[in-house]
């Protein structure tokens, strides 16, 4: 089992950068690829970011490729999503997710076996 906790969403300013943390429990952190979706009101979930759990590789959605960016610290079970250049089109409840799925870039929701309870992300213009 892993519990995961995302901290740091806000509102802030169009322009403004935010970090999100998600904090992971279990001992096993470190072999689970980890993934941040985000969903908009009335919106479906949508993938953001992933980082597997070899060589800590990263992959973006089109939308935030060059603002933000996916890392993770296993000694402190806890990835993080570094956003810069916030829009107001980037305004969601950001989730953290882990997966055990193996190797390979995980993107799609139903890959993720855990999930966190979100964290609110508002980007004013």
């Known amino acids: 089992q892993v519990q995961l906790v995302e901290s740091g969403g806000g509102l802030v300013q169009a322009g403004d950068s935010l970090r999100l943390s998600c904090a992971a429990s279990g001992r096993t952190f470190s072999r689970y690829a980890m993934g941040w979706f985000r969903q908009a009101p009335g919106k479906e979930r949508q993938f953001v970011a992933t980082?597997?759990?070899?060589?800590?590789?990263?992959y973006y959605a089109d939308s935030v490729k060059g603002r933000f960016t996916i890392s993770r610290d296993n000694a402190k079970n806890t990835v993080y999503l570094q956003m810069n250049s916030l829009k107001p089109e980037d305004t969601a409840v950001y989730y953290c997710?882990?997966?055990?799925?193996?190797?390979?870039?995980?993107?799609?929701?139903?890959?993720?076996?855990?999930w966190g309870q979100g964290t609110q992300v508002t980007v004013s213009s």
């Open positions: 980082i597997t759990w070899r060589n800590s590789r990263t």
């Open positions: 997710a882990a997966t055990s799925a193996g190797l390979g870039y995980r993107i799609r929701s139903n890959e993720y076996d855990y």
